[in-house]
């Protein structure tokens, strides 16, 4: 599957996209022919090779003739539907509109019906967005990832006033989303560039493995102390398409403790968000037998988890380290057996099942209540699970 990877090492904006798209190959003529079936005229679009930094890449440019013009949500709406855009293309562009109304309608408090968009409403915004959406398909791209997102500091200057950085919409459409800032006295995240982040992206984290095709770099208008680009990486993934996130793995070592309260400790960590709770024996200092609690943890119920484990265990101390991780795509399904309806968990990558497992407790019950053998309830269950795999197609993997 290709994808296109952004690194917003410093920041991402509607223009920025484009320009790394184009220097990834995007061909601008026939970008332009894309952009005639938005049917708007007083606009102009242009790109040319900058420096910034030490880095060389492609700005991407939009000059139109209008100045200070607020459209409304529905206004944009408007021109979307009498635009001969593909249905996708115009759907995931509605989309990135709809975010920033959202944002800014919470923001003044405005009804979307009544909201006037002001800098993200005019031409030179609309087409960065529909630029970078049609970009993205024209270059192939299934599916997008993203970094971190860096963010800057400071103020900046808008039709609201001066705003702080990142600006009020901006950071509503990076809520969920991680981001940082490392001091860098300027916006380097516009609302623009936030919602297309948004709604494209499909995860937010460290470059995925993949072979790599293509590298472009979109440049950023002002020049700062580091390069102003925006990094966008594109390649192959393969055709097995897993799951990714990043969780954390929480560590500690406990050497003094009764081991009757294990037992109540995972009970808890478990209701209280854990991922994933095991306990490993270990030999500690003075060669001391002891025991690792380990605990797999969204970044979320960290806090809830430390405190968790300060309160019920001995320990002084707790490691943590980010970690990612590859998961099938899960669903429950059930199935009908001579022992009653029983769930089966099954795994999928690309849209096939790779593996499955019976629920343990739907088995359990059903063995006590028709007194036969556990193995044979499980063996029943899979026997009708792999009809649904037969059925799916699918041969790979553990089912």
């Not at 606009?43 to 880095?55: D, H, K, L, P």
Request: net charge negative; glycine share 10%; charged share 25%.
């Amino acid at each position: 599957m290709k994808i296109a990877y952004f690194d917003c090492f410093s920041g991402v904006s509607g223009d920025m996209i484009v320009g790394a798209l184009l220097d990834a190959g995007l061909d601008l003529a026939l970008l332009e022919d894309e952009l005639l079936k938005l049917g708007l005229t007083g606009y102009s679009v242009s790109a040319g090779r900058v420096g910034r930094g030490a880095i060389t890449g492609t700005k991407f440019q939009v000059e139109t003739d209008e100045s200070g013009h607020g459209r409304t949500v529905g206004e944009i709406a408007q021109i979307l539907s009498d635009s001969a855009l593909d249905d996708d293309v115009r759907s995931s562009v509605r989309a990135v509109i709809d975010e920033i109304a959202q944002a800014e309608s919470r923001i003044h408090g405005t009804p979307v019906s009544e909201l006037h968009l002001h800098e993200t409403s005019g031409l030179d915004s609309i087409v960065d967005i529909v630029a970078s959406v049609a970009g993205l398909k024209m270059l192939g791209v299934e599916a997008v990832f993203s970094s971190k997102v860096h963010v800057g500091t400071g103020f900046v200057e808008c039709a609201h006033g001066t705003l702080p950085v990142p600006a009020p919409a901006t950071l509503a459409l990076l809520k969920g989303i991680p981001v940082y800032s490392r001091g860098v006295e300027s916006e380097l995240a516009t609302p623009t560039g936030a919602a297309l982040l948004r709604v494209l992206a499909q995860d937010f984290g460290p470059l995925p493995e993949m072979k790599v095709e293509a590298v472009g770099y979109g440049a950023g208008t002002r020049e700062l102390a580091t390069p102003n680009m925006l990094r966008v990486v594109i390649g192959d993934i393969g055709a097995a398409t897993y799951e990714r996130d990043e969780v954390v793995l929480v560590e500690v070592n406990i050497d003094d403790m009764n081991p009757e309260l294990f037992g109540h400790a995972s009970d808890l960590l478990w209701e209280r968000g854990a991922l994933d709770v095991y306990l490993t024996p270990v030999f500690m200092k003075k060669n001391r037998p002891g025991t690792m609690l380990t605990v797999l943890v969204a970044q979320e119920h960290v806090d809830e988890i430390i405190s968790t484990i300060f309160d019920e265990t001995t320990t002084l101390g707790i490691r943590m380290t980010k970690v990612e991780r590859r998961t099938l795509t899960r669903e429950i399904l059930h199935v009908e057996t001579r022992f009653g309806r029983i769930g089966v968990k099954f795994g999928r990558a690309a849209g096939h099942i790779v593996n499955l497992a019976p629920e343990y407790e739907d088995c359990r019950e059903a063995a006590v209540r028709c007194k036969v053998p556990l193995a044979d309830v499980y063996d029943e269950v899979r026997a009708a699970a792999h009809k649904i795999t037969a059925a799916d197609g699918s041969t790979e993997g553990n089912v």
